[in-house]
């Protein structure tokens, strides 16, 4: 008969448990909703005052010259679309010449970037060879090494090949591997590869080059979408390397030319100004959305910029 | 000799551009900026040995380097713990509790993807000219702003807001540790009645530690090398009164601008040294503050 009073005991004492618990958890919950409203919130705000620049940025681009100073409000009063068509004859040569040269620059210096990277990636993540430890330290000693320090022995070895005032000294460092951190990238991608599929097309004949071609490329469209994203971003932005290497306006990229609206400040042109580098953000912002996926993924496995 | 031919040949074939890139844009220039530091170069007439002439001029002589050495650290100083604060807590955030984060993910991350380009730096010399947007918003709750640009005691703080402005790569890569944490740990610590204050320096500090470490070095190198924004919104001089005179726009100047080549690579070098030590300190401290969760003790 004691037996059954102890469990009779601890039947009640289990049930006053999951009351208890059942309690907290409707508690708990009730305390996370709020907690989620209170974060979105939140974060609404945050991302208003982050986006907010962004969107004065189009607004002035499109309001007429005395509504861009002195007010918040993002609505034009009435819409000047000719800001962009005056802003781009604004500058002695037309922007469809600096589009047309960065459009240049970008797409050889993303085709570089490919080809180079992956090739360099293959050897350190899937070739076994004398000193690759040796040579991949080296590689990403190169990551910390800030342009500046190589910038003027470089400037000096460009300017004695008559390549000054060209596009070669932007893009053939690309071809040479010089932006390695998408060595990096892909190696790290390369390397999560079975090792099997290698060691199958070997048993089969296949040669180190076909193996990259048919079977680490096709498997590798990510790293490679990822790195190619981002190298067209940054060539696109880039400004240091054509500020020196470009000095013919004609061979201006989209940046220096945005640059030319600067000195000419003051002569009142604001909205040609914002309208020309609203255009230059669109095709950034549209490859932003086309590969969100893309882009997070890279960063959060490489940790890059 | 023949099989070590064999063996080694395919790879150093697909090694060769990345080879030669190294050997002619990456260690054959940083030797030659080396022995550039120790001449005078005016890329006119052929270098000048002056032997330790242009360190000696630098460290004892030149105001202007000790002025853009501390233009530079106040910077990174301000810019790279802002940064990663911001970063952590928007990336705490968004982590627990919250169904869908990818749009307010893609929305932090956007400014860091256009930040750096010149389109931004214009708009911020605009957001924060006398009669910009930032005055109009203080002037909203009765402040009356300052003429941030033009104003050497605030110039520098404009370019450390468009620093923390692109907290997103941190943010992240701070998103993918948090994800790395595993929840019984929060769920163990909430049943024992453990406030969150102490969840966080407990639980979260110490296993993001590595995370924390990455982002750190990344940002701290990043942010010495800052030049765009700051070229751009002084106008390429450093102005006002040097107060945006970043060590690269120095640099820079030096360099392309009054083409003291030689001094402009003793200037150069000294930025490798400091980039160097600062990421060596972090590497030999991180033993003592940097816990990997794989480590065996």
Redesign the interface.
Known sequence: MKTSATDLEIAIQVDEAARVAHELRLKRDKR?RN??IL??I??IT??CV?????F??LA?SLKPENEI????TLWPSEFRFENYTKGWYALPISFTVFYVNSAIVTSLSVIGNL???S??A???AR????G?SF?FA??MM?L??????????????F?NLGWVDTYLPLVV?R????D?FF?FLMVQFFRQLPRELDEAAMIDGC???KI?WAIILPLSLPAMGTAAIFSL?WVW?D??APL?YLNDIKSYTV?LA??L??DQEGQSA?GQ??AM??L??VP??IF?VLF?RL??RG???S??? | MRRFFARNAPAYVFLLPWLIGFFLLALGPILASLYLSFTRYDMVSAPRWIGWGNYEYMFTRDRRFWKALQVTFTYVALAVPARLIMALGVAMLLDKGLRTIGLYRAIFYLPSLLGSSIAIAILWRQLFAADGVVNQVLAMVGIQGASWITDPDTSLFTIVVLAMWQFGSPMLIFLAGLRGIPRDLYEAAEIDGTPRWRQFTRITLPLLAPVIFFNLVLQTIDSFKTFSSAFIISNGTGAPADSLLFYTVYLFNEAFKFFRMGYASALAWFLLVIIATFTAIAFFTSKYWVHYENERD
């Open positions: 996370d907690g989620r974060k979105h939140f974060l945050v991302s982050m986006l907010y620049p962004l004065w940025l002035s100073f002195g007010s918040l080809v180079s990277c090739f360099a293959y050897a350190f070739l076994s060879f004398t690759r040579f080296l590689m190169t910390m090494i800030p342009y500046h320090v190589v910038l003027i022995p470089q400037y000096v070895q300017l460092p071809f040479l591997a010089s390695a060595i040669s180190p080059f990259y971003i932005e400004f240091l020196i940046p945005l640059r609206f600067l604001y100004m914002f580098s609203v230059s953000l950034v912002v932003f969100q882009i997070v960063i959060a496995t940790g890059m910029k």
